[in-house]
C-alpha cells in the first residue's frame, strides 16, 4: 500500500470514497442572503443536509459556498464569507465528530479554505486552478498553487490536503490549449496537489473515461471524479478512479437547489459498496 493509500484510509476509513456536497444557501455579503432568515436559516440548511448524507450512507462531507453566486475571484473573497462558511463548519463539526470534512470557497479561494479547515478540524480543500490559468465566469483565474502552499506551510498545516483541479468545469480552458491533457495533470502533480480531480463540462456531467485512463498514465497520486458520477455510470467509471465528489446527483431529482434526497444517497451507496466488495 502506498503512502497517500494509508493517508486516505486514515481520514475516510476506505478505499475509493464517495464525499457528498453541503452547499451552503447564500451567505452574507453575496446577492442572495436572506438576511431576514440569517445565519440560523443556513446553519439548519446545512444540519439537515448533512444528516441526510452521514444516514444515507455516505463516506466524507464537502462543505462549499455554492449558492453565493456570481462568484467572487480569490482576492476578492471577503472575510464575511470566511467567517460565515467557517461557522456553519464549527456547528457541523460539533455534531458530526467523526466524519471526515473538507472545504471548498468559490472561486478557488484556496488560502481562505485552508483558513477554515485549519480551524475547525478539516482534512482537505478542493483547488479549481492549482497551477496555470483558465477564464471563468468571473474572469482570469490565475494558479493558487503557489500562495496555497507557502500559506499552509505557515499555519503548520501540512496534514490537510489540497485536492487540485484541472480542467475545470464552468470555464474556458483555451489560454492553455496548447498544453496537452497529460501535461496538464502533471501540471497539477507538480503542483504538490495530494491528489487530482477531473470533471465534466458543467455541474452534473462526467469526465471521459478515456481522458481518466489518459491521465492515470502520468500522474502518481489520487484521482477524484469531481462531478457526474451517477447510478447510470457508477460501474465503469469508479474503478478506474480512487474517490469521488457527488453533489447534484445526490438532490432531489437530481436538482442542484434542492435538498439532500435520502433515498437517493442510500441506493448510490449501497451500489458503491456492492462495488467495492468486487474490485
Not at 57 to 73: R, Y
Not at 194 to 217: A, M, Y
Not at 240 to 261: Q, R, T, Y
Request: glycine fraction near 10%; charged fraction near 25%.
Amino acid at each position: 500500500m502506498s503512502i497517500w493509500e494509508e493517508k486516505y484510509r486514515d481520514i475516510f476509513g476506505t478505499t475509493k470514497p464517495i464525499i457528498g456536497m453541503v452547499h451552503l444557501k447564500s451567505l452574507p455579503g453575496s446577492p442572495g442572503y436572506d438576511h431576514q432568515a440569517g445565519m440560523g436559516f443556513i446553519i439548519e440548511n446545512a444540519l439537515e443536509d448533512a444528516d441526510r448524507l452521514i444516514r444515507g450512507g455516505i463516506d466524507a462531507i464537502q462543505v462549499e459556498n455554492q449558492f453565493d453566486k456570481p462568484f467572487l475571484k480569490p482576492e476578492e473573497i471577503g472575510w464575511e464569507t470566511v467567517g460565515a462558511v467557517t461557522t456553519v463548519v464549527t456547528h457541523l463539526r460539533i455534531k458530526y465528530k467523526k466524519m471526515p470534512m473538507g472545504i471548498n470557497i468559490h472561486l478557488n479561494g484556496v488560502c481562505q479554505s485552508l483558513a477554515v479547515a485549519a480551524t475547525t478540524g478539516c482534512k482537505w480543500v478542493r483547488a479549481f486552478e492549482l497551477a496555470n490559468a483558465y477564464i471563468s465566469n468571473a474572469g482570469l483565474i490565475e494558479a493558487a498553487g503557489p500562495k496555497a502552499l507557502r500559506y499552509r506551510a505557515s499555519l503548520h498545516a501540512d496534514d490537510i490536503m489540497i485536492m487540485g483541479d484541472f480542467h475545470v468545469k464552468h470555464g474556458s480552458h483555451k489560454i492553455i490549449e496548447d498544453r496537452s491533457l497529460e501535461e496538464q495533470a502533471e501540471d497539477v502533480q507538480n503542483a504538490h496537489a495530494d491528489g487530482v480531480i477531473v470533471t465534466g463540462l458543467k455541474t452534473g456531467s462526467p469526465p471521459n473515461k478515456q481522458d481518466i485512463e489518459r491521465i492515470k498514465g502520468v500522474v502518481n497520486i489520487p484521482i477524484l471524479i469531481g462531478s457526474g458520477l451517477s447510478s447510470e455510470n457508477l460501474s465503469e467509471l469508479l474503478p478506474i478512479v480512487d474517490g469521488a465528489i457527488v453533489g447534484s446527483n445526490f438532490k432531489v431529482d437530481g436538482v442542484l437547489s434542492n435538498p439532500i434526497d435520502l433515498h437517493r444517497v442510500k441506493t448510490f451507496m449501497d451500489s458503491v459498496k456492492n462495488l467495492r466488495r468486487q474490485i
